[in-house]
């Protein structure tokens, strides 16, 4: 059973920073990209695709970003694989949302922006920047 577990979200003022953690157990995940995606309050519809925020590779060496947090967002893991981080600097109140960690196993060298790519999600960590 692929479990992922996101941790360190909080409330923040703007211009500060966070730092994301999503836990992956359940197999290797040495084969595996993952992404980084969020909803903000108020855009949980039906068919709405969460936003893509950021995605890595499964060696680590190819990242992607959206442009809203390019410059601002590191998506980085651990060695063994199992671990992604998310440092989040300069924060905004536009980056208020639920941030949910991803796994995609097909594609795997490639950090697809595409929700629709990824396996198994993670239940969210909320992130609240006031300004």
């Known amino acids: 059973q692929v479990q992922l577990v996101e941790s360190g979200g909080g409330l923040v003022q703007a211009g500060g920073s966070l730092r994301l953690s999503c836990a992956a157990s359940?197999?290797?995940?040495?084969?595996?990209?993952m992404g980084w995606f969020r909803q903000a309050p108020g855009k949980e519809r039906p068919g709405k695709e969460r936003e893509f925020v950021a995605a890595i590779n499964w060696s680590g060496s190819g990242t992607n970003y959206a442009d809203s947090v390019k410059g601002r967002f590191t998506i980085s893991r651990t060695g063994d694989k199992n671990t992604v981080y998310l440092q989040m600097n300069s924060l905004k109140p536009e980056d208020t949302a639920v941030y949910y960690c991803?796994?995609?196993?097909?594609?795997?060298?490639?950090?697809?922006?595409?929700?629709?790519?990824?396996?198994?999600w993670g239940q969210g960590t909320q992130v609240t920047v006031s300004s």
């Open positions: 991803a796994a995609e196993f097909t594609h795997s060298w490639i950090a697809t922006s595409e929700s629709s790519a990824y396996d198994y």
């Open positions: 359940g197999r290797t995940f040495s084969g595996v990209a």
